[in-house]
């Protein structure tokens, strides 16, 4: 039956067993395997691949945040990766063992935090420009419609790319990485900047984040400590969907 | 049809997003959501992230399962090898 990966850490001999009420992406039980000198935290899968539900995605993350509990810093998968056995998954892990290992050393007493904010555009923004059935002129009225879409969207980017620098200045001082994303289009627009904090050093960097909040007039707000999802690297090559996916970036 | 986003094994849907600005919790959801299904390490074996039940999952991520439909359609398979 197919194995599943949550994330990937440095072995250890004594302690960092998998807590027996951390259940898998299908309510199975998790457990630990042990290669090349690394640990993976795996569960069997039974039947057909998980679906990616708001449920199994919250268990994913579940099981990677069970292993960050543990006081070592986990590499975490990404969601849907699955093997036809241990075996199969342990030559995986065996292949990249070094670049695993080095990610590791890099991401090791550390753990992601990260600031998000949301800037809604205008409720009309949601559907498409549909010219008034009596306009003289329904395609200049679309195109327009279309330039202030495109208008409200560079606005958003624009106040959005503003407050990263604000938020960067602040914080970045406190991080050892920092990784920053907008995504979204002109209906909405959401900034979310991660960084490498040291274990312990949450509430700093909580109390940073305060101080930047009362300068602006937007709400931030922080998630973590998390395990370094947004550190752990791209595929070095990447397969059909992947590559389809990536020129979509940053759009 | 709006849906319930609490209801386990339940597809993501654009419905279970409200886009507001004050609520926090959604937002840092969201965020969880595209984290686990865009970011972390690929490391081989099949990327299994099934997507004929999702409707819609939150901004940009649209355009992600879109892509990855057409790239799957493209490649005849239902699963795409990433390694």
Known sequence: ?251 | VRRDAKRPDHPVSVEDWPLETGDGEQLVLSDLINRVLDKGVVISGHVTISIAEIDLIALDLRVLITSIQTAVARSGATGARDD
């Open chain 1, 1 to 251: 039956m197919p194995t599943y990966l949550y994330c990937v850490l440095t072995r250890e001999d004594r302690g960092g067993d998998v807590p027996a009420a951390v259940l898998g992406v299908d309510d199975g039980p998790v457990r630990q395997l042990v290669t090349h000198g690394l640990e993976a935290w795996v569960s069997t899968v039974v039947g057909a691949p998980p679906v990616a539900t708001v449920e199994t995605i919250k268990q994913h993350d579940r099981v990677v945040s069970a292993a960050l509990a543990t006081g070592r810093t986990p590499l975490p998968a990404r969601f849907g990766q699955t093997w036809a056995s241990d075996a199969a998954c342990a030559a995986s892990i065996g292949e990249r063992r070094a670049e695993l290992e080095s990610l590791l050393r890099r991401v090791a007493g550390l753990v992601e935090m990260t600031v998000c904010t949301l800037l809604p555009g205008s409720a009309s923004a949601a559907s498409p420009p549909v010219a008034a059935a009596d306009d003289a002129a329904p395609g200049r009225a679309y195109l327009e419609g279309l330039r202030a879409r495109t208008n409200r969207e560079r606005h958003l980017r624009t106040a959005l790319e503003e407050l990263r620098q604000r938020v960067s200045g602040a914080l970045g001082p406190l991080a050892r990485g920092e990784v920053a994303e907008i995504r979204g289009s002109e209906r909405a627009l959401a900034l979310s900047v991660s960084y490498l904090v040291e274990r312990g050093g949450e509430a700093r960097f909580r109390a940073a984040v305060a101080d930047v909040a009362r300068d602006v007039a937007t709400r931030l707000v922080v998630a973590g400590p998390r395990a370094p999802y947004s550190f752990a690297p791209a595929p070095r090559q990447p397969g059909p969907a992947y590559a389809a996916r990536l020129p979509e970036r940053g759009r």
